[in-house]
């Protein structure tokens, strides 16, 4: 069955850093954009950064412009989100999501919990 399974996160002091993995099995990774989303506690979720299925193009929030770099790795089924200079902002239920283009099958995975205090 399909699977979307993000590890990586944690508690981490402002200024940190963390990087989240999304490892996907059950569908064709490739074929797939990749997103990475957060939710913060009384928000909507909203769009972290974002790749298309090859690699080619990356878009990322204004709010982690600088900070954070989206990549993947179609060999491995996997996409990461790095994250440096984290501050307390950033705390948020963060979430991958895999979207087919023009079809539009889309996955979620769980989540998992950034904390950045100190």
């Known amino acids: 069955q399909v699977q979307l399974v993000e590890s990586g996160g944690g508690l981490v002091q402002p200024g940190g850093s963390l990087r989240l993995s999304c490892a996907a099995s059950?569908?064709?990774?490739?074929?797939?954009?990749m997103s990475w989303y957060r939710q913060a506690p009384g928000k909507e979720r909203e769009l972290v950064a974002r790749?298309?299925?090859?690699?080619?193009?990356?878009d990322s929030a204004d709010s982690v412009k600088g900070r954070f770099t989206i990549s993947r790795d179609n060999a491995k089924n996997t996409v990461y989100l790095q994250m440096n200079s984290l501050k307390p902002e950033d705390t948020a239920v963060y979430y991958c999501?895999?979207?087919?283009?023009?079809?539009?099958?889309?996955?979620w995975g769980q989540g998992t919990q950034v904390t950045v205090s100190s």
């Open positions: 790749i298309t299925s090859d690699g080619s193009r990356i």
């Open positions: 999501r895999a979207r087919r283009p023009i079809v539009g099958t889309e996955y």
């Open positions: 059950g569908f064709s990774f490739s074929n797939y954009a």
